[in-house]
């Protein structure tokens, strides 16, 4: 399989240590935590997002929220944006926004959801992470690809650390990788990053997390019990400090770096994880974990992100497809998004949830013959979603699959309301597997002081959208 996708043997990778051990994935040493029980505490009810009231020059949906019938795309659907640019030909899970030490504004993005399926544009333009020149939003310029082995296939794991200017993924794909990590240096000039080092640091990877002070990389093997945190102080040389065997799909650290919130995919749950000592960078350091967390209709938990609001902690978790993809669970169950208050870390609890009427079994089940909804990958159902701000943040971006983009007002955290959507113009590529659907994937950038969205689909690329004034909160 290795060979197959073009992956590097162990004669290229050189010796490798007993965290990267090829023969023996998934089975080296490290720290498995005592688990915490899995608990569910009383929630609201599982009700759609009020809907977006669309304004003048809209083109809303032409029934249900969510739901985009065949056909109904093939022009786009917009409701209180307007497209600001395009750019490229395909997309993959995320899109990151910085500016570097000169003023100069960028963006990256992965090109591809599933290496090497992207092979099949052979003009190159889905071939690793695109690099943006954005300093004129309404005419992105790509100024550079980056093509290191884990920027050809991070999977979920392209992440970015605007502190220390810090760009970084493992390589992986959708079940689990050897543990390759490259990380670039983009703080002197985010149009053209600069390689510090392409090592097997890692055992495993699918996903990442990277602590708030850049010190720290984290790769998550999603598919096994695999969390390794790499210390990148010398990011030209950066080596294994921790290894948990824990399963673990995306993961956030607080500001501090002494917590670490884990998105479970196979528990359904969130894990709040101890890692004080290993932020401290204590010798022989220990994880512990503080609480986990279920909710009703769970189905695959993809991250957590933390925030406050009036100096009070929540976290923002979503979930992605459905209950049923990965086995015999119900395929109208669909996870979507939630706030949670984790005032008491021990007892976190959802106090709202975010989802569109399309997510709610009945309307779910009715809508399984639209384009893209056959797929247990694809379909009605959420996959990333971003804040405006980690401060006191009134925004949430999601991408919604089949749905597209999605914008929601969270000013009343109890009471989130949709505000806009995006639903690019559905064309047949091998993505969607021809059936012309939208396949919004990405983890979207926010940038409030222009409302702007910035995200990907995954048939048809990079967009810059922008909301309407009197939308945003």
């Known amino acids: 399989m290795a060979l197959m996708l073009g992956l590097p043997t162990l004669d290229a990778l050189g010796a490798l ?4 051990d090829l023969l023996a994935l998934g089975q080296g040493g490290g720290q498995k935590p005592a688990m915490a ?13 009020p809907r977006a009231e669309c304004g003048p020059g809209s083109k809303p949906e032409p029934g249900i929220q ?52 992207n092979a099949l544009r052979l003009d190159t333009t889905s071939q690793g992470v695109a690099v943006l020149d954005m300093s004129d939003p309404a005419h992105p310029v790509q100024t550079d690809t980056l093509t290191e082995l884990p920027m050809l296939s991070p999977h979920e794991s392209l992440n970015l650390n605007p502190r220390r200017g ?56 999603t598919a096994l019990e695999a969390i390794t945190a790499v ?5 030209k040389s950066p080596h ?15 500001p501090d770096g002494k917590r670490a919130y884990v998105a479970d995919p196979t528990g359904g749950n969130m894990l709040i994880l101890d890692t004080s000592q290993i932020q401290a960078r204590v010798p022989n350091p220990q994880a512990r974990e503080v609480s986990r967390l279920t909710w009703e209709s769970a189905s695959i938990p993809q ?23 990965t086995g015999a669970g119900d395929r109208d169950a669909v996870g979507a998004a939630r706030i949670i208050d984790i005032s008491d870390e021990r007892a976190p609890r959802v106090i709202s ?9 009945e309307d779910h089940a009715a809508a399984s013959g639209d384009p893209g909804a056959l797929s247990p990958v694809q379909g009605y159902a959420a996959h990333y979603c971003s804040l405006s701000s980690e401060v006191d943040p009134t925004v949430v971006a999601c991408s919604f699959i089949t749905s597209g983009l999605r914008v929601f007002d969270i000013s009343d955290l109890l009471h989130p309301k949709e505000i806009a959507y995006y639903v690019a113009p559905t064309q047949p590529r091998a993505e969607n597997g021809f059936m012309a659907s939208d396949f919004a994937m990405s983890k979207p950038a926010i940038v409030p002081d222009r409302r702007e969205v910035w995200y990907s689909d995954g048939a048809t690329g990079f967009y810059v959208l922008r909301v309407a004034p009197d939308a945003w909160p």
């Open 17 to 20: 240590g007993p965290l990267n």
């Open 37 to 49: 029980p899995v608990e569910r505490r009383a929630e609201p009810p599982l009700v759609a997002t």
């Open 66 to 117: 969510g739901r985009v019938p065949s056909g109904s795309a093939t022009a786009g659907l917009h409701c209180n944006v307007t497209l600001v640019a395009h750019q490229g030909s395909s997309g993959g899970f995320k899109v990151l926004r910085y500016v570097d030490a000169h003023g100069r504004e960028c963006a990256f993005y992965d090109t591809a959801l599933l290496y090497p399926v």
């Open 166 to 221: 810090l760009l970084a993924a493992v390589l992986g794909n959708p079940s689990t990788y050897p543990g390759l990590v490259s990380i670039y240096d983009v703080r002197q000039d985010c149009r053209h990053p600069v390689l510090q080092s392409t090592r097997p640091v890692a055992r495993l990877g699918h996903e990442s997390g990277f602590s708030p002070g850049g010190k720290t990389f984290w790769a998550t093997g």
């Open 231 to 235: 210390d990148v102080t010398d990011p």
């Open 240 to 254: 294994a400090i921790w290894q948990g065997n824990i399963v673990a799909h995306g993961m956030t650290l607080r």
């Open 303 to 325: 991250n957590a992100i933390p925030f406050t609001v009036g100096g009070k902690p929540y976290v923002l978790e979503f979930d992605e497809y459905t209950d049923g993809t």
């Open 353 to 361: 949830n975010l989802r569109l009427q399309v997510n709610q079994p």
